[in-house]
């Protein structure tokens, strides 16, 4: 079975500077997908960034981006120009790429983002 | 992404009671999926529902406890049955966009059992 880790329970920055949140996870899968998903206390689950494994180049979305390091196993964060809209709770997810493995996600515990005005 | 509605967004249930969440995805998609989300926890998956088949349920959650119904490519329902206040989650449903393999996700439904 697969794990996700997040080693990170809070995480705090100050406004417009940059942050990193961390992720490791363990599987014996060669192809697979891994995720960041936001929940602000509004709850609802919004996806951040998504990377495929097979693909080398680390996914940008905007301020967002990954650092994928395949043989770590190891998916960070990173945010840049942190906003005040930018707390919230952050899920690493995985889920499995291979017809007949797991179809839903394996989420961590979450890093709980806060952001200093 | 998809837009995903859930109905209601929150109750308050009595032990011993059922409760029937719904879930509508405005497009047609082939795999939905039931979380549980405990106070202050991370999200667990209860089950993976395709349309014409029999739900599939991790370990730890059963189909007495929580019935899932898939009439159709844009609809689910989860039951909870006979509730404790265990129970009391927030439960969110999601749905796979096919074209990118990613997973989106409704509002949740906020249940407290007394």
């Known amino acids: 079975a697969q794990t996700v880790t997040q080693s990170q329970p809070e995480m705090s920055v100050q406004e417009a500077e940059t942050v990193t949140l961390s992720c490791t996870y363990d599987?014996?899968?060669?192809?697979?997908?891994l995720f960041w998903y936001k929940q602000p206390p509004s709850r609802q689950m919004i996806l951040v960034i998504r990377?495929?494994?097979?693909?080398?180049q680390n996914a940008t979305e905007n301020r967002f981006s990954v650092n994928f390091q395949k043989a770590a196993k190891s998916f960070s964060l990173k945010i840049s120009d942190s906003q005040l809209g930018d707390a919230a709770m952050y899920f690493c997810?995985?889920?499995?790429?291979?017809?007949?493995?797991?179809?839903?996600?394996?989420f961590g515990k979450g890093t709980h983002l806060i952001i200093q005005p | 992404s998809a837009v995903i509605s859930q109905k209601p967004s929150r109750d308050i249930c009595q032990r011993g009671t059922s409760l029937t969440i719904q879930c509508q995805v405005d497009?047609?998609?082939?795999?939905m999926f039931w979380y549980r989300q405990q106070p202050g926890q991370s999200l667990t998956l209860i089950a993976t529902?395709?349309?014409?088949?029999?739900?599939?349920?991790e370990s730890g959650f059963v189909i007495d406890k929580f019935p899932i119904s898939r009439p159709n490519l844009t609809f689910s329902t989860l039951t909870v049955s006979n509730m404790s206040p265990e129970d009391s989650s927030i439960y969110l449903c999601?749905?796979?966009?096919?074209?990118?393999?990613?997973?989106?996700f409704g509002p949740g439904t906020r249940l407290t059992v007394l």
């Open positions: 599987t014996s899968e060669s192809d697979y997908y």
């Open positions: 529902a395709n349309q014409g088949s029999e739900a599939t349920y």
């Open positions: 997810a995985y889920r499995s790429a291979f017809w007949g493995g797991a179809d839903g996600l394996t």
């Open positions: 999601s749905a796979l966009r096919d074209s990118t393999d990613t997973q989106y």
């Open positions: 497009s047609q998609v082939t795999m």
């Open positions: 990377q495929e494994a097979y693909k080398q």
